[in-house]
């Protein structure tokens, strides 16, 4: 049963900085993911990253009014030194006000600096110009369940036109990244040999969840994912799978059945990254006047 009434979600694998800079098939699909929202009149994005994560029990979001770029490798600055931010005050503390009802420990936090997680994706989907933006960050403790019941509670939000996204990565795992073939040869996308067996065999347990299951059964195959047999294989730390659990709790409801992700594209980046990106769910269609 899906609902038209309810916008998209995204899980985008942001993988390394130099999908910034480096054109691939996934920065296509960011950028045509942008110019739907804007071609429906999203209010804002609402978006959870893998860069910054809060200690105890606490999450944050950026309450900066006029935030900076952690500067990035390997990306020429004028590909985002430029880009002007644009963080949503006002959504973001009505985010504040959802997730404290729920009793969450949250604060704003007013001199966050943002990070290639989310400004990546950011100038990638809308390059001319920043949508109002509410950051959220992660819990250090990277509980499933609790990313997953952030999503949870700000899911309602998709009913007012604001786009939620997680950035993160289905594999990612730095530590088994081969470095040696981009330095070589100045290319995040060189592979001298194939992907390593346990991250094919992760990448295909993540599409297989996400594209075939749904609803709060989305949720439970999701947590299950980090109990995987290769999933420390696939993700060194838990910090870029959390976006995903986030992800799940914004499109697991009860009334997200029937609506499964769909991969839009893939890059394998550093021979074992692999960078896949999904949606669920999908714009009303325009009506003909
Ligand atoms: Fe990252």
Redesign the pocket.
């Known amino acids: 049963m899906a609902n038209n009434t309810l916008t998209p979600v995204h899980f985008f694998s942001?993988g390394s900085t130099m999908m910034l800079g480096e054109e691939s098939e996934s920065a296509d699909y960011w950028k045509k993911c942008g110019d739907e929202a804007l071609a429906h009149n999203i209010k804002g994005i609402i978006i959870m990253g893998?860069?910054w994560d809060c200690k105890g029990d606490k999450i944050e979001l950026s309450t900066n009014p006029n935030p900076d770029k952690s500067p990035v490798a390997y990306v020429h600055p004028d590909k985002y030194v430029n880009y002007k931010l644009n963080p949503d005050l006002e959504t973001t503390k009505r985010c504040m006000d959802m997730l404290s009802e729920e009793d969450f420990n949250v604060s704003g936090n007013p001199t966050f600096d943002w990070i290639h997680?989310v400004y990546l994706i950011l100038i990638r989907m809308f390059p001319s110009k920043c949508p109002p933006t509410t950051v959220i960050s992660m819990n250090a403790r990277y509980d499933p369940h609790y990313h997953m019941k952030i999503g949870a509670t700000l899911r309602p939000l998709r009913r007012e036109n604001y786009l939620l996204i997680g950035t993160g990565?289905a594999v990612h795992n730095l530590y088994r990244n081969r470095w040696a073939p981009m330095m070589l040869f100045r290319d995040n996308f060189a592979m001298e040999t194939p992907p390593e067996e346990w991250a094919l065999e992760f990448r295909q347990a993540f599409e297989d969840v996400v594209t075939n299951t749904s609803g709060p059964q989305l949720r439970r195959a999701m947590t299950r994912l980090m109990k995987h047999p290769k999933y420390r294989d696939a993700h060194a730390t838990d910090d870029?799978f959390m976006a995903a659990m986030f992800v799940a709790g914004a499109v697991g409801d009860v009334e997200d059945l029937g609506v499964s992700a769909v991969m839009g594209a893939e890059s394998w980046e550093l021979t074992n990254m692999c960078n896949s990106q999904f949606t669920w769910g999908s714009w009303p269609k325009a009506i003909a006047a």
């Open positions: 942001h893998a860069h997680d990565g870029h």
